[in-house]
């Protein structure tokens, strides 16, 4: 399967943290992110389900924390989604709208009919998400379908998702992944122009621009403290 289908059995099947990281390492995902992105996986399957089941009383807390300790979630995760769930609820959202709405919101952005700061603000207003909630709601819809392209771009999915349980976490600004993928760029123009043997000039610009664009790149990387 791959990341968008992982997603999906995330979603509606019981699954075993053990075999979502086996899956993540078997379509390339990074080892470092394996485990927090099986963890954001999880609960975006099971937190409805288990809001529900408290709310309704169908679930105590003991049941609640029972269970949620059988997924193998980080004990800080754990512990976090634990406190959200039975913490003061917020307002009911009308149950028919909410899926529409969310639906309709996340699709004008991938049309791109949407900013990314109007698809958020929409969430924040019509749904009732706080901002991490609905940041991390709109950067994972998009980058689970379209597969991040770079390290950082996955980095930031599982850095939001941390604020999003109110975990300490890091920004990873647009300004950062644009530099990355020019730095992917390059060095894969690179590559395609010493496998075609084009003349000497031509290669040692590149190589030259590639070298800039790294001393760039880590500049920034140490910017932001997250070399």
């Known amino acids: 399967p791959n990341r968008i289908e992982l997603r999906m059995m995330a979603r509606y099947l019981d699954l075993d943290k053990s075999y979502l990281v086996d899956m993540l390492r078997k379509v390339g995902l990074h080892e470092d992110y394996r485990s927090d992105v099986a963890d954001f996986m999880l609960i975006m399957g099971l937190k409805g389900y288990w809001s529900t089941m408290y709310s309704k009383g169908h679930m105590t807390a003991e049941d609640l924390k029972a269970d949620i300790a059988t997924k193998e979630l980080s004990e800080?995760?754990?512990?976090?989604l634990y406190k959200s769930i039975v913490k003061a609820e917020k307002p009911e959202r009308v149950a028919e709208f909410r899926p529409l709405t969310?639906?309709?919101?996340?699709?004008?952005?991938?049309?791109?009919?949407?900013?990314?700061?109007?698809?958020?603000?929409?969430?924040?207003?019509?749904?009732?998400y706080d901002q991490p909630e609905a940041t991390y709601i709109?950067?994972?819809?998009?980058?689970?379908?379209?597969?991040?392209?770079?390290?950082?771009?996955?980095?930031?999915?599982?850095e939001e998702g941390r604020e999003s349980l109110g975990q300490d976490f890091k920004v990873i600004p647009d300004e950062l992944i644009k530099a990355e993928?020019?730095?992917?760029?390059?060095?894969?123009?690179?590559k395609e122009a010493e496998v075609k043997e084009d003349n000497e000039a031509e290669i040692d610009r590149l190589k030259v621009e590639r070298a800039t664009k790294k001393s760039e790149f880590d500049l920034l990387m140490a910017q932001y403290d997250l070399s």
């Open 102 to 128: 969310r639906a309709l919101i996340i699709k004008g952005y991938k049309l791109e009919q949407l900013e990314r700061d109007e698809a958020i603000e929409l969430l924040m207003r019509h749904q009732n």
């Open 76 to 80: 800080v995760t754990a512990d976090r």
């Open 181 to 190: 993928k020019e730095l992917f760029a390059l060095t894969k123009q690179l």
């Open 138 to 158: 709109v950067d994972l819809e998009l980058a689970l379908e379209g597969s991040p392209e770079t390290p950082l771009e996955y980095r930031r999915i599982v």
